[in-house]
């Protein structure tokens, strides 16, 4: 195996800054691969992991841990953890019961087919992407509010909201990577609000202390008065005082229409595990059962990882997988996705069949955008000590969302917008390609790739895994639990092991270094694949149950994510 396990791992470290600072923490210690018996937290950022712990120690669920590491991520990660963005949840409960619960942003009323087109129908630069029209509305507090009615153990929404809204008003301290976000950023958030706002106003560096007054009022609202406290009163009006600035559309009317969903999980084996993902306006669920259905036809062996036969029947797998994605997958309240026959075993053998053991299949190319991401969106999950487990990934879209963060009430809006198919046949963002199943329409939700999963055997939890990464969250995911199930890696060496992506158009295999061997890549490159090599993929969480029934978690090594359990 061209990935030797043990050695690459940084089992733990510190990031320490600067002196002691009154009541702020002067570091973060980030725990990469550990191993638990009762409960345990995977997130992007040591600050929202430790919220997530405290509230388990303190007799909190899953659920009640989700909450609080949802508001506390848009603190301590705001390129990605939001309230002004969506998500979705899945919640497996300890009997087995598996719940799916869609809080994506929707089309505004006053959306349309064509608001990014210019009067020829050719697509206006940014208009999607960034500032103000580029927004969908929020659903993550929603999403928060609903989870806690029907779930939360301890009942007490403020014990929820309250660590991040000290976060935020106390101030947090800056790990590297968001002080050169913020640094990396500071002409874009200048742009997109033509003032100075919190994250743009100075020179940021590790170590520097954080302090964000406007959001903590706004997690004051919230944290006092639930979801009215973000769809009513005073931080609706600043959402919509905001629109008005730049040319949004987000409306009162908006805000207070939106309702997060319930949805029925997409459910299926492989191998005998069970896995529980999610359905549209994901893809994620759907395209990850075509994947591993697909897979599951052939026989896998030990020494097989990342070699050319393997990879070469991946790689030609997922180029069908995205095709059907770009023409059938849309927000099923709004489009007949033809859901049965795309899973179906029938279909699924069907669309191998003309599979080329020795040849590359050949798509005609098309200039496409690149699927260079990996910081956007954001993942954890966590098992509480009954069992319980939730799988979590929320976005803002693009790292920062819309760059427009909301005058006076501290926080980004996502870009959201851009996920819908604003031209049929013209790639988004991600390179992806969408058609008449994922146009827009008022009240819609746009197609996601995000793909939180759950595993379990015999009826017992073996896993949740997840990740960010826009086009690329399906593969990642996809890899990381062929590498559970088939190659036997534990919870960090399933996440840290080097991934690659095909997407269907553009017609490339992306990889990481150390993913291939110059034979590999050769072998791969005869057969007709174009390789190319690219930064990281995705930022995978992975709990894991061992065989002694212990957690196992694993906090990707591509970030400064973490793990904590006891
Ligand atoms: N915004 C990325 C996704 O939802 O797939």
């Excluded at 120690?57 to 989700?66: C, F, H, Q, T, V």
């Excluded at 496409?368 to 979590?392: M, R």
């Excluded at 790292?399 to 870009?415: Q, T």
């Amino acid at each position: 195996m061209l990935f030797t396990r043990p050695k690459l791992y940084i089992l733990f470290f510190i990031v320490a800054f600067g002196c002691h600072t009154g009541k702020h923490l002067t570091e973060y210690q980030i725990t990469k691969d550990i191993v638990s018996d009762k409960a345990m937290v995977v997130t992007a950022h040591p600050f929202a992991t430790q919220v997530g712990v405290d509230i388990l120690k303190s007799g909190g669920n899953a659920i009640d841990a989700a909450i609080g590491v949802q508001f506390a991520l848009q603190v301590c990660f705001p390129v990605a953890g939001n309230i002004g963005g969506g998500g979705f949840l899945m919640y497996r409960e300890s009997n087995g019961k598996v719940h799916a619960l869609d809080f994506r942003e929707k089309a505004p009323a006053a959306a349309s087919k064509d608001m990014y087109l210019d009067a020829k129908g050719n697509i206006i630069e940014d208009l999607s992407t960034f500032g103000h029209l580029a927004a969908g509305v929020p659903g993550s507090v929603d999403g928060m509010w609903e989870a806690y009615q029907k779930f939360s153990r301890l009942k007490d929404w403020k014990k929820l909201v309250k660590p991040s809204y000290e976060g935020a008003k106390n101030g947090i301290l800056l790990t590297p990577r968001e002080a050169s976000g913020f640094n990396n950023n500071a002409e874009e958030f200048l742009k997109a609000n033509g003032r100075p706002t919190v994250y743009g106003s100075q020179k940021w560096k590790a170590g520097d202390i954080l302090k964000q007054t406007e959001l903590a009022e706004t997690l004051r609202l919230i944290m006092e008065n639930g979801r009215d406290g973000f769809y009513k009163g005073k931080v609706a009006d600043l959402i919509v005082a905001e629109m008005k600035k730049g040319k949004g559309i987000i409306t009162h009317e908006d805000l207070e229409n939106y309702h997060s969903k319930w949805r029925d999980p997409v459910l299926f084996s492989y191998r005998g595990y069970e896995i529980a993902s999610m359905p549209p306006p994901s893809s994620g669920g759907i395209a990850l059962l075509q994947l591993l259905k697909m897979t599951e036809k052939i026989e896998i062996q030990d020494n097989d990882w990342h070699k050319t036969p393997l990879t070469h029947y991946i790689i030609e797998a997922e180029k069908r997988v995205y095709a059907d994605r770009s023409k059938h997958l849309g927000d099923a309240d709004f489009y007949p996705v033809p859901i049965k026959t795309l899973t179906s075993d029938a279909y699924i053998k069907e669309r191998m069949s003309d599979f080329n053991p020795t040849k590359a299949s050949y798509f005609e190319d098309v200039e496409a955008g690149n699927a260079y991401e990996s910081d956007q969106t954001t993942h954890f999950t966590i098992v509480d000590e009954e069992g319980n487990a939730v799988s979590l990934t929320t976005t803002l879209n693009g790292g920062y969302g819309s760059m427009v963060v909301v005058e006076g009430a501290g926080f980004l809006l996502n870009n959201e917008m851009d996920d819908f198919s604003s031209k049929p046949g013209t790639p988004n963002l991600y390179g992806l390609i969408g058609a008449e199943a994922n146009k827009i329409e008022p009240g819609k939700r746009m197609l996601s790739s995000m793909t939180p999963t759950i595993i379990s055997r015999d009826g017992r939890l073996k896993a949740t895994v997840g990740t960010p990464g826009g086009s690329t969250i399906i593969t990642s995911v996809f890899q990381t639990i062929v590498n559970i199930i088939d190659f036997k890696m534990n919870a960090y060496e399933s996440v840290a092991a080097p991934r690659f992506h095909h997407q269907w158009r553009p017609e490339q295999v992306y990889y990481e270094d150390n993913c291939f061997t110059p034979e590999t890549l050769k072998s791969l490159s005869i057969m007709g694949h174009s390789m190319e090599r690219r930064g990281p993929i995705g930022r995978v969480e992975a709990i894991v149950v061992d065989k002694n029934g212990r957690l196992t978690g694993g906090a990707d090594p591509r970030g400064e994510d973490d793990a904590k359990g006891y």
